[in-house]
């Protein structure tokens, strides 16, 4: 049982480079979140899904986008990146929507960096 | 607006002190409130979690966290803190639907 995953853990663009993050989460989770971690500014919830085949905007989606074609793996991409992307990221999964009585659970982070 | 505040951006202890992180929050509605532990360059871990009822909440690693409504905080605590214990240290709230709201971070550090 490894949890939630998320590939790759580091990543150097340039200014208009396009990348996917790729989560995947192994508890049968039906609800799978992207958030944003800046200095001071905890987490922030970029897109959120309910389910396979379901995406929804969070606080800040602009720039984003996402897919969940299979229940186990939330993916991000960024089409044309941009230095204000330089951030880390965190997948989140839970059992019940914003977690609920077991809170959410959380990978280890991909650390960007836009150049 | 719903809003998560912690007060304190660093927090400096001596191993074997006392420790209290402040959280305070703004919500229509009594929100779940939880305390999450993010060690350095790994995801979050949940220490603690309050729904209702009983407003003293223990948690792993012997933390604890007391729920006071009047005056709108949900402080963590732990009586002797360990060196393992520094870490930045997040109180989140949910007020349900979909979104948690998390709080700026505390990053403790912790002096031998």
């Known amino acids: 049982n490894a949890g939630v995953t998320q590939t790759p853990k580091f990543r150097v663009l340039k200014t208009g480079q396009s990348m996917t993050l790729l989560c995947a989460q192994d508890?049968?989770?039906?609800?799978m979140y992207w958030y944003r971690q800046d200095p001071g500014m905890g987490l922030r919830l970029i897109h959120y899904s309910v389910g396979e085949g379901t995406t929804a905007k969070g606080e800040v989606p602009d720039g984003y986008n996402v897919s969940r074609l299979k229940k186990q793996n939330f993916l991000l991409g960024l089409e044309s990146a941009a230095p204000s992307q330089t951030s880390v990221y965190f997948c989140a999964s839970s059992y019940s929507l914003a977690g609920g009585r077991r809170g959410q659970f959380f990978g280890p982070g991909t650390r960007l960096t836009v150049l | 607006a719903q809003s998560v505040t912690q007060p304190d951006i660093h927090i400096t202890v001596s191993e074997g002190a006392s420790l209290e992180l402040r959280c305070n929050y703004s919500?229509?509605?009594?929100?779940?409130l939880f305390w999450y532990v993010q060690s350095p360059g790994q995801g979050l871990q949940l220490l603690l979690k309050y729904f209702s009822g009983d407003t003293l909440v223990q948690g792993i690693k012997g933390f604890e966290a007391e729920f006071k409504r009047s005056q709108s905080s949900f402080n963590l605590r732990k009586p002797s803190v360990h060196w393992s214990d520094a870490a930045e240290y997040f109180c989140?709230?949910?007020?349900?639907?979909?979104?948690?709201?998390f709080g700026a971070g505390t990053r403790l550090a912790v002096h031998p």
């Open positions: 989140v709230g949910s007020g349900g639907y979909n979104k948690l709201i």
């Open positions: 508890m049968n989770h039906e609800y």
């Open positions: 919500y229509g509605a009594t929100p779940y």
